[in-house]
Each structure stands twice: as structure tokens, then as C-alpha cells.
């Protein structure tokens, strides 16, 4: 990849981590689990959700293996969803269990993805970006594609978390 491309997406990427670190930062577990109200989602699952995507979506691009099962954060969050369990489409109740999680427990298993999809990044080129990757849309996946969608993604959560903190108290 040149130069340029690799930076601005290495430099995307850590600006979520930013916002992530800035959120959860301080806060306690019954913090990071409050919710504005039923329908809403707590800070704690928005990064775990975040993570969990960019975690399951760079290695499905790597085709490696999720460090949340390779390096056991699966065994550690020890939340009571199936391993491959990302939070998408989470009901009400599956948002209310992400429970007792710690802010540095976040925010470990958040840098621990960061570091690995910066080390991925370092190893593709330019022409790898148009690679498709997953063809069960129309029309199909490129790797380009793939991690602009994760940015745009995460940063949306990480928005998300941001603006739950600054409802904590008020």
C-alpha cells in the first residue's frame, strides 16, 4: 500500500481508539452499563460492539482467526453470548446483559484490536484494496470497501458512547 494510504487509514483507525480511550476513561462498571433508557444502548456494549466489528471484519479480511477467541477476550468478558457474537441486532435484554465490564477490560481488548488491524494494514498494498472479500452483497465486498464501512461504523458507536457519557449524571 503507499505511503499515504496506509496512513490515512492507520490514522482512522486511531482516532476511533482516541474516542474509545476518552469515553470509558474513569468510569465505572455500573457507568459503562447505565442506559438513558430501555431501548438505548450503554456505553460498555457500544465498545464491545465496536470492537467486536472491527475485530470480526479485519480478520474475516485477514482470513485469521478474531483475537477475541485466538487471545481468549471471549473468556475474559465473560458475557453470556456464543463466541462468534458481535452485538448485531442485539435485542433490548442482550444489550442489558453486557454487565460488570471495566473500563481498562474495554479498553485492553479495544488497543489489543487496534495493534492488530494497524500490523494488517502494514502488510496489503494499493491493489488489494479491490479485492473482494465478501460476495454476499450486491455488489460484492472489496477489502476498500469493507474497512471504510468498519471506520464509518465505529465511529458512529464511538459518537454514540461519547454523547451516553455526557448523559451520565445530568
Known sequence: MTAASADLLVDAFGRIREVVEEVVSGLSPEELAERPDDAANSIGWLVWHLTRIQDDHVAGAAEAEQI?????????FGLPFTADDTGYGHSRK???AVQDLS????TDYHEAVHDNTVQ????????D??????????PPVTLGVRLMSVIADDLQHAG???YVRGLLGR
Open 120 to 127: 494488517y494494514l502494514a502488510g496489503i498494498e494499493d491493489k
Open 129 to 138: 484494496l479491490k479485492r473482494v472479500v465478501d460476495r454476499a452483497w450486491s
Open 103 to 106: 473500563a481498562q477490560l474495554l
Open 68 to 76: 477475541w477467541i485466538s487471545d481468549d477476550w471471549y473468556g475474559r
Open 94 to 96: 442482550e444489550v442489558a
Open 160 to 162: 454514540q458512547a461519547a
